[in-house]
């Protein structure tokens, strides 16, 4: 089967023929039909080889995957060949306190993710370990569906808890409209009566916020910190979602967050909020999310199913996943890359 895989540090991913894997005990071979690329594949691929800590290479990429399901190992139940699924990304233990929750984005052991930790979803074919980590899709088509596992799922983990404060009259930051920040305006939209502002450093993205909804949506420079603050009435952003995670998106969610606020981190990077008695509003407090639980993947499918999230997506034949990762990397995706193997 055909696979893309990051094989040489530093290097560009590649499509490559690779054995098809056998379903063991309890596990599922799931067809391939969809496989998003997420922004985080390009912080595997750009971690230097004495900091990587993710599975030894050649790793097949992808963590959002979508498929049919094509064999059950011996004595696994609970599906059917031929059930269209998504497979959920976080593989966490299945017994500790969060994954009792279905939380097992939050497992006490870590989480063992495919196409970080073990062969991803950028293939004809993978393996999913346990019946628990597909949620069915039903009659939804994969393509525009298979992002919702982590494009959707993280946003979607990230607004819930603040849902409560996003009440009419407040307002909420998105910082980064791409893959995750896109969907999280619509979640905004969707959810809540809040004043949504977005900004992203290319202008397509600023354009995009606007036509999903975004009340205001303008170029993340060094005079959006003010422009937040004129258009809240000097208040700020009573949360802010920072879907970058560096250093300049770090200070200006720092610098933006209103009394009281909220300030919620989703970007992997370097940036950092410091927390402080000098250095925040009162009351604010910071929050540092890691993708969402299995019942919240259920939430968002049921989201997309009655149209009040749409994942706007760039659809890549396997032959061109590389160029997907090329684009990604570049800036220039609209949305979400999709790769259909
Ligand atoms: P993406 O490349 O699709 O989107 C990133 C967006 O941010 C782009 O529109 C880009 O123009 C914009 N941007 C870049 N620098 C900016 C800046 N300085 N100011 C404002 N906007 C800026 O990426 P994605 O797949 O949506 O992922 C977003 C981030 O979230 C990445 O860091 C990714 O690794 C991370 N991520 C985190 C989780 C989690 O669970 N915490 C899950 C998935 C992705
Ligand atoms: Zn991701």
Not at 288 to 312: C, D, F, K, M, P
Request: proline letters at 6%; a negative charge.
């Amino acid at each position: 089967m055909r696979a893309l895989q990051y094989r040489e540090f530093g290097a560009r991913p590649e499509v490559v023929e690779i054995e098809r894997p056998v379903p063991g005990a309890g596990e599922v071979l799931v067809r391939m039909t969809a496989s998003g690329a997420c922004h985080s594949d390009e912080f595997i691929m750009s971690t230097p080889a004495d900091q990587y800590v993710f599975a030894p290479l050649p790793l097949t990429l992808g963590h959002e995957g979508a498929g049919e399901v094509a064999e059950l190992g011996p004595g696994t139940t609970g599906v059917e060949v031929g059930d269209s699924v998504l497979v959920y990304g976080p593989w966490g233990c299945g017994v500790c306190h969060s994954c009792a929750q279905g939380a097992e984005n939050n497992c006490v052991d870590g989480i063992s993710a495919p196409g970080i930790h073990r062969p991803g979803t950028m293939a004809e074919y993978m393996i999913v370990d346990d019946v628990r980590h597909l949620v069915p899709l039903g009659d939804l088509d994969p393509i525009p569906s298979v992002s919702l596992t982590d494009a959707a799922l993280t946003p979607y983990h990230a607004i819930k808890p603040s849902l409560p404060a996003l009440i009419p009259g407040t307002t909420a930051l998105v910082i980064g409209v791409g893959g995750l920040g896109h969907v999280g305006v619509q979640l905004l939209k969707a959810l809540t009566q809040a004043t949504v502002i977005a900004v992203d450093i290319n202008p397509a993205s600023i354009t995009h916020a606007l036509e999903l909804g975004a009340d205001h949506a303008f170029a993340s420079d060094t005079a959006a910190a003010e422009r937040v603050r004129e258009l809240t009435g000097g208040r700020g952003a009573d949360v802010v979602f920072d879907f970058v995670g560096a250093e300049p998106t770090a200070a200006l969610a720092q610098s933006t967050v209103a009394i009281a606020g909220q300030i919620v981190m989703v970007g992997v990077s370097t940036g950092a909020v410091t927390v402080g008695y000098l250095t925040v509003p009162f009351d604010v407090s910071v929050r540092v999310v890691n993708w969402g639980s299995r019942a919240e993947l259920i939430e968002v499918v049921e989201l997309a199913r009655r149209g009040a999230i749409e994942i706007a997506v760039e659809e890549f034949a396997m032959d061109s996943a590389p160029e997907a990762y090329e684009r990604l990397h570049a800036g220039t995706i609209r949305g979400r890359a999709v790769v259909v193997p």
